[in-house]
């Protein structure tokens, strides 16, 4: 276990054999949480890594000499190697990496503020991906935060200058730079095309200045992100890929439509190769001040309704504050939200790649090729590492292969059914983490859809139902976290209030959801071929075990459920 210091947030050594030492302060405490080093809690910031021993590259005066040797050279084969291993945005963690590139080299900037903008392609297990990564320098004198710090690359002489090498994403002096740029339409020859910083007439009404505070956001994602005078979030995309990307697609059709529950589209940067093909480099949207994502905002709630369910076991004194309430009023807020953003990208539109389809028998069959695929690699890993597992876990996954085959004849059966319904575009990786919580109301953001697959699935028609399926799943993960989190009280009390806890939330959760979401999405055209076509999984589960001879868990029949059974497993 981990003691984790909770008034800093701050993660003291792990607990091990030998004798913990503290050191206090006179009347001094310190008040800690005990957590595994896999369950930190949300609020635990990540100490400031070391810095490396850095090698020094030389530069006579320009920044584009990183792409001629002998810089190249040391920055291709020794220095992004390494560093690239230390970047979460970097996809290529399970492989060694074979080969770095600097595909190109774009100067930006002013005299005092040199950045180069670049994109760098890495080949590991045989396959090559782009990344973008803008270099900046920063002599020693202007360092004045650690960020430039812990993201530099190298050392470098330039001139009588010493300072870093570093990506320029941390450098405010070039998230001012690409403002301005966006703000002029400014547009740089590149390898070929061209680099385009191009606004939208939404973009002048804030008033943005080169004086407006830049505010980096604390965790690194898969892209990197930063605020600008607390009202546009300008977001660089790290993996680069030739296309329409669905991020920037989507948010100019939903911010077109008038649609405001998303974080409206106010600029963008795109990189047009010399094949005339569009590389999105940064997207720039409005910000959304907000109470976090609904996912560290369902985990808190749920903890102050365990909080409230202990203290009303134990004192049997009425609840004030019900934090279980107010999850569920979400849950329908943000099903009515979804339904209402799935009108708007229902509705006809002379952008065929807007336009609603209805699924054939062929999508059908194609669908559930895919789905079958899927299960049958997880089907495969499971069966690869079942002698890991406990006992219980490892009957569960005997009972899976055991039924392999009535698991993909259901699969298929489902499939059939959805001939006829609607397939339009959709958010395609829609989860509580990419819900804001804004007042009680809910806004959705991160239109870039899945990044492991290519562009043009993510940019695919689907049925509205996988957004509904991917927050229903989501539900589920938020309950059987709150069962397990922190394993701060272990004692039988407590993890039976944290069971009832989760099982209320979860059917009033779901059933608010999905009812706010038929309400909202009622008019949607579908012509299901099959009356059950949108209705299997209300079906009683007792009908589905019948059919797959399938053991489950008993569970108490949610609202809603026509059969009413306390064998139901659910929506």
């Given at each position: ?7 800093g ?18 009347y ?7 957590a ?25 005066k ?12 040391t ?11 230390n970047r ?39 396959q ?15 360092v ?30 070039y ?6 740029g ?16 191009e ?18 956001l ?18 660089l995309?790290r ?11 989507m948010?100019a ?9 998303i974080?409206?589209l ?13 590389n999105?480099?940064m ?71 807007f ?40 009957t ?13 004849s259901?699969v ?12 339009i ?70 993890q ?28 949607l ?47």
């Amino acid at each position: 276990m981990v003691p984790v210091e909770m008034l800093g947030g701050n993660a003291f050594p792990p607990i091990g054999q030998l004798n913990f030492l503290l050191t206090l302060a006179p009347y001094g405490f310190y008040w800690f949480v005990l957590a595994a080093e896999n369950q930190m809690p949300s609020w635990h910031v990540e100490p400031a890594q070391s810095l490396p021993d850095f090698t020094t590259l030389v530069l006579k005066k320009r920044m584009e000499e990183l792409l001629e040797a002998p810089s190249r050279d040391t920055l291709e084969q020794g220095i992004l190697p390494n560093w690239l291993q230390n970047r979460r945005w970097f996809a290529g963690k399970d492989a060694a990496i074979e080969q770095v590139n600097l595909a190109y080299g774009v100067r930006f900037g002013d005299a005092q503020h040199p950045v180069l903008l670049s994109e760098i392609e890495v080949t590991s297990a045989g396959q090559t991906s782009r990344y973008q990564l803008p270099f900046g320098f920063i002599a020693e004198e202007q360092v004045g935060t650690a960020l430039p710090q812990q993201l530099a690359l190298s050392r470098v002489r330039r001139g009588p200058q010493v300072g870093l090498i570093t990506d320029a994403f941390s450098l405010e002096s070039y998230v001012r730079a690409v403002l301005q740029g966006v703000q002029t339409s400014t547009v740089l020859p590149s390898d070929g095309g061209e680099i385009r910083f191009e606004p939208t007439a939404e973009l002048a009404k804030l008033g943005l200045t080169a004086e407006s505070e830049v505010r980096y956001l604390s965790a690194e994602q898969s892209n990197s992100s930063v605020v600008i005078g607390n009202s546009l979030v300008l977001k660089l995309i790290r993996k680069v890929a030739s296309g329409v990307h669905p991020e920037l697609e989507m948010s100019a059709y939903l911010t077109h439509a008038g649609f405001r529950n998303i974080s409206p589209l106010l600029g963008s940067v795109i990189r047009r190769d010399a094949a005339g093909e569009d590389n999105l480099l940064m997207i720039a949207q409005g910000y959304l001040s907000n109470q976090g994502d609904a996912w560290e905002w369902t985990q808190n709630n749920l903890e102050r309704a365990l909080r409230d369910e202990l203290a009303h076991a134990m004192s049997e004194q009425e609840q004030h504050y019900n934090a279980l309430g107010e999850l569920k009023d979400f849950a329908a807020m943000l099903g009515q939200r979804l339904g209402e953003m799935h009108q708007v990208l229902a509705a006809p539109s002379n952008n065929p790649d807007f336009d609603p389809q209805v699924t054939t028998q062929k999508d059908a069959l194609m669908s559930a090729k895919d789905v079958v695929a899927q299960i049958e690699h997880a089907l495969k890993l499971l069966k690869q590492y079942q002698n890991e597992l406990n006992p219980a876990d490892k009957t569960l996954v005997s009972h899976l292969l055991d039924n392999k085959k009535a698991i993909f004849s259901y699969v298929q059966a489902l499939a059939k059914q959805t001939a006829g319904g609607l397939r339009i575009r959709v958010h395609g990786d829609l989860h509580l983490g990419q819900v804001l919580v804004i007042k009680g109301d809910a806004y959705l953001i991160d239109f870039e859809g899945e990044p492991a697959r290519p562009l043009y699935e993510r940019r695919g028609k689907h049925s509205p139902y996988k957004d509904v399926s991917g927050v229903l799943r989501s539900f589920d993960y938020a309950a059987a976290m709150a069962i397990n989190v922190h394993n701060v009280d272990n004692t039988e009390a407590a993890q039976n209030a944290r069971q009832r806890v989760s099982d209320r939330y979860l059917n009033e959760a779901k059933h608010a959801f999905v009812v706010a979401y038929r309400l909202a999405a009622a008019t949607l055209g579908h012509a299901w071929q099959d009356p059950e076509g949108e209705t299997p999984h209300w079906r009683c589960s007792a009908w589905r075990r019948q059919r797959m001879k399938w053991p489950t868990r008993q569970r108490i029949a949610p609202p809603g459920c026509p059969c009413r059974c306390t064998a139901c497993t659910g929506y």
